[in-house]
C-alpha cells in the first residue's frame, strides 16, 4: 500500500526530524522526467512528498537543473552544487531544513515505507548517518542525516569528491541491515525506477497486492 496523501504535514513525524525528497536526478534512462511519471492516479513525486509527510512534521522538497514540480506544496531548494550528483542535493536539504535531523527519500522508490525510516530514526546519532541496507545492497539515499553533517559534506565537494558511498565510508556512517530488524520485511520495498520498464513492474507489484 502506497503513502497517505500528505494533506496533514504536521501531524506525523518526530519535532527534530525533517523530511527531504531527492528529485535531483537526470532521468537519463527513463526517458522523460521520472518524478512526474504517473503511479496510481499521482506522479511519483507525489508519492515521494505523501511518505516524506507521513514521516516528518517538515517537508522539504530538493531538485537539480529544474524543479519538476513547481506547484508543490512544500519549500523547494535546488542542488548545492549542480550537476555532482545526489551529494550536492543533500548538502541543499541539510542547509535549508530546520531539523536536527533530515531523511532523504529518493523521488523513484515509491514502495518504500514510514517503517524503514522510523527503523532507522531510533538508531539516529549526532555524527554519522544511518544508512539502509536492503537485500540488494546499501541504499544510499534511504537515509537519516544529522544537519552536522554540512560541513563535511561541503569540505567534499569542494574538493571534487561525488561519490556518496565513498562519502559515507570516510565518515563511518551506521548500515542498518533492516532483513534483520523489520519482521516484515518486503524486498519489493527497494524497487528502484530507472527505465519505464521498472514502472510497469512496479504497477504489476501493487495490483497482485490489490
Not at 33 to 51: D, F, N
Not at 139 to 147: C, F, K, S, T
Request: charge should be neutral; aromatic fraction near 6%; glycine fraction near 6%.
Amino acid at each position: 500500500m502506497l503513502s497517505d496523501p500528505y494533506s496533514n504535514p504536521d501531524a506525523a513525524g518526530p519535532a527534530s526530524l525533517a523530511a527531504a525528497v531527492i528529485a535531483g536526478g537526470k532521468s537519463s534512462r527513463f526517458g522523460s522526467s521520472k518524478a512526474l511519471a504517473e503511479l496510481e492516479g499521482r506522479r511519483l513525486i507525489e508519492h515521494a512528498l505523501a511518505l516524506a509527510a507521513a514521516i516528518a512534521p517538515r517537508v522539504i522538497l530538493n531538485y537539480g537543473a529544474l524543479n519538476p514540480w513547481p506547484e508543490a506544496p512544500v519549500p523547494a531548494v535546488a542542488d548545492s552544487y549542480p550537476g555532482c550528483g545526489p551529494m550536492g542535493g543533500i548538502l541543499a536539504v541539510l542547509a535549508a531544513a530546520p531539523a536536527t535531523y533530515i531523511a532523504t527519500l529518493p523521488c523513484d522508490m515509491p514502495l518504500l515505507t514510514p517503517e524503514i525510516y522510523q527503523a532507522l530514526f531510533r538508531l539516529r546519532a549526532p555524527e554519522r548517518p544511518v544508512v539502509a541496507r536492503s537485500h540488494r545492497g546499501l541504499e544510499p539515499l534511504v537515509a537519516i542525516w544529522p544537519a552536522t553533517l554540512a560541513q563535511p559534506l561541503q569540505e567534499a565537494l569542494e574538493a571534487r569528491q561525488y561519490a556518496l558511498q565513498r562519502f559515507l565510508k570516510s565518515i563511518n556512517a551506521l548500515e542498518v541491515p533492516l532483513l534483520e530488524i523489520i519482521t516484515d520485511y518486503q524486498p519489493n520495498w527497494f524497487a528502484n525506477i530507472n527505465r519505464p520498464e521498472d514502472l510497469e513492474e512496479v504497477r504489476r507489484v501493487l495490483k497482485d497486492k490489490g
